[in-house]
Structures are given as C-alpha cells and as structure tokens.
T-cell receptor, first 114, second 110 residues
C-alpha cells in the first residue's frame, strides 16, 4: 500500500542508451513531480504535472521527457544517457489538503550511467 | 521562494530533545515553513509545516517566532532512527517547487 512508488530502484546502463523510470501514486493527488539529487546531494525540481498537464519545466535538457498517461502516473524517459545523468531521481505527488498542497516523495531511483 | 539558513550539523543524545533552528528572515506572508528529512538516501519525508502558529503532530513540534523570521523544529525524544538531514523550506503550499537547501545533518548518538 505504498503511497508513491517508483520502478526500478536501481538502474545501471551504458552511455547513449535510452531508459525510463516509472512513478505511480495511490493518494488520489492531482500533481506529480520529478526531482533530481546529484552526487553532491542537492535536490532540485525537474518537472511537475497537474492533471496530466506540464506546469513546471526547470531548464532540463530536452533529452528528458516526462510522460503522464493519467494523473496517478508520471514516467520519466531519458534519451541518449550521459555520464552526468547519474543521480538519484525522486518522484513526488501532492494534493490539496486543507489550505496547503504537501508533497510526498517516493523511495528514489538510483541511475548509474557507465 | 524565501531563502532559509540552517546549521550544517548538530548532535543530540538519544532520548533528549533535538532542537533544529532555521532562519527565514525574508519569508513572505503567503509562505509556510515546511520541514522534511532525508534518512540516508531514502526519499525526503514530510515532517510538519506551519504558517504563524506553533504546530505539533506525532513526529515533531514546530515553533515559529512571532515575526516569522525564524523557527525551530523539535523532536521531543530523539532516537537513533532520527539521524538524518533535516530541511527547512519556505513554501507557498500551492503545488509549486520545493527549494531544498543543504539542510542540517542531525546525528543522534547513544
């Protein structure tokens, strides 16, 4: 009954490959996000979707393409992987409860590009 | 988003209260003070948030000064499992981005 889940947990791949990370939330939330945590542990927003519509896109290379088939899923597809893409990617979701929209995070996907 | 300032690291003995300070002197009237923590490399975990009033839940208490320029997260009886990086974030709570700083690394010791 995990609230925000991601697959896979670990992903090791070669440079130049294309890969996808999946995210699902069962909280009934309208908004989903992707964050990236690099080797220096800085956590930064990449994208957010509200009801399948892109609302935040933070200067991310266009090799990264989020896809939201429905409001419970937000997948991240990465083309032509580069060494610098190695990081931990976290999915989050939020829904209005009371006056605020609190974000809840998934367990992360550790991507290693060789 | 308002910038927040936190100490880089703190230690706390198990069973004692852990008081984690945060300065947010430029916080806007519509920004809440949110606290998250990240245990090792797990996903950030929501702890608590508040606007003006002090707040308490099953995990922690949040004390916000009257001028809202600073706040303190209190873990009343710290355990070893509370060892983590704690992030204080000024957030409008309107489905926009969370801006994470470097946080405070709390080490709980025996």
């Amino acid at each position: 009954d995990t609230a925000v889940s991601q697959t896979p947990k670990y992903l090791v791949t070669q440079m130049g490959n294309d890969k996808s990370i999946k995210c699902e939330q069962n909280l009934g939330h309208d908004t989903m996000y992707w964050y990236k945590q690099d080797s220096k542990k800085f956590l930064k927003i990449m994208f957010s979707y509200n009801n399948k519509e892109l609302i935040i896109n933070e200067t991310v290379p266009n090799r990264f393409s989020p896809k939201s088939p429905d409001k419970a899923h937000l997948n991240l597809h990465i083309n032509s992987l580069e060494l610098g893409d190695s990081a931990v990617y976290f999915c989050a979701s939020s829904g209005l409860a009371g006056r605020t929209d609190t974000q809840y995070f998934g367990p992360g996907t550790r991507l290693t590009v060789l | 988003d308002a910038k927040t300032t936190q100490p880089t690291s703190m230690d706390c003995a198990e069973g004692r209260a852990a008081n984690l300070p945060c300065n947010h002197s430029t916080i806007s009237g519509n920004e809440y003070v949110y606290w998250y923590r990240q245990i090792h490399s797990q996903g950030p975990q929501y702890i608590i948030h508040g606007l003006k009033n002090n707040e308490t839940n099953e995990m922690a208490s949040l004390i916000i000064t009257e001028d809202r320029k600073s706040s303190t997260l209190i873990l009343p009886h710290a355990t070893l499992r509370d060892t983590a990086v704690y992030y204080c974030i000024a957030y409008t709570g309107t489905a926009s981005k969370l801006t994470f700083g470097t946080g405070t690394r709390l080490q709980v010791t025996l």
